[in-house]
């Protein structure tokens, strides 16, 4: 089956696969079939699961990885046991769990429409957004009827980063997965495929 559905898939459909798997893995709280994300994604199962093959293989290969995808009871991205505490220096840890990853989508997918991060991550989205724009984290801009929504230079120097994409990949993921899963009051997620209506007022002027 494998071998008929590579045959199949041309070279770019793959990799764009393999991205949107890996954004679910870093979205879910809890560990998740390849069913599941099939059904999320709208692809077919065997492609989910040749997708998520190729994700296990390249973080099993990259030895400068402290990320591995643990496929015991479902697939979900976690830290290396070995980096665990090598790892809790990096990530700074006063920030609440659900809050961290709303930042890390912002820093990962930025500019992102705030409806499409509602959508993501829930209503409660609404708070860390005015808890990190307090904090200068981040920043928005109007669009349209809602914001664009990305990190502030505060971002990169609160985190220690340079700017580079795949520090910032790294970073971020290790965040999410280093804090662990929120309490479902804490989180208040929505399933990725609801529609949530972004109903915050926008003013005139941008917002910062």
């Given at each position: 089956m494998t071998d008929i559905l590579e045959n199949q898939m041309d070279d770019t459909a793959l990799p764009s696969l393999k991205s949107r798997v890996e954004a679910l893995l870093?979205?879910?709280?809890?560990?998740?079939?390849?069913?599941?994300?099939?059904?999320?994604?709208?692809?077919?199962?065997?492609?989910?699961?040749?997708?998520?093959?190729?994700?296990?293989?390249d973080y099993g290969f990259r030895q400068d990885s402290a990320l591995e995808i643990d496929d015991t009871d479902g697939y979900m991205l976690q830290v290396k046991p070995a980096h665990a505490d090598l790892v809790k220096d990096l990530i700074p840890t006063d920030?609440?769990?659900?809050?961290?990853?709303?930042?890390?989508?912002?820093?990962?997918?930025?500019?992102?429409?705030?409806?499409?991060?509602?959508?993501?991550?829930?209503?409660?989205?609404y708070d860390h957004v005015k808890q990190l724009l307090s904090l200068k984290l981040i920043q928005r801009q109007r669009s349209e009827r809602s914001y664009k929504v990305s990190v502030t230079r505060d971002f990169y120097s609160y985190f220690q980063l340079s700017g580079d994409k795949q520090e910032l990949k790294e970073r971020m993921t290790l965040a999410a997965a280093m804090a662990g899963p929120p309490t479902d009051e804490e989180a208040g997620l929505h399933d990725p495929q609801d529609a949530v209506q972004d109903t915050e007022p926008v003013s005139n002027a941008a917002a910062s």
């Open positions: 870093f979205l879910s709280q809890h560990p998740i079939s390849a069913r599941e994300i099939a059904e999320r994604l709208g692809e077919h199962t065997d492609a989910v699961e040749q997708a998520l093959l190729t994700l296990i293989n920030l609440p769990v659900s809050v961290l990853r709303t930042l890390s989508l912002i820093a990962l997918e930025g500019p992102i429409v705030q409806t499409d991060l509602i959508n993501l991550r829930g209503s409660s989205a």
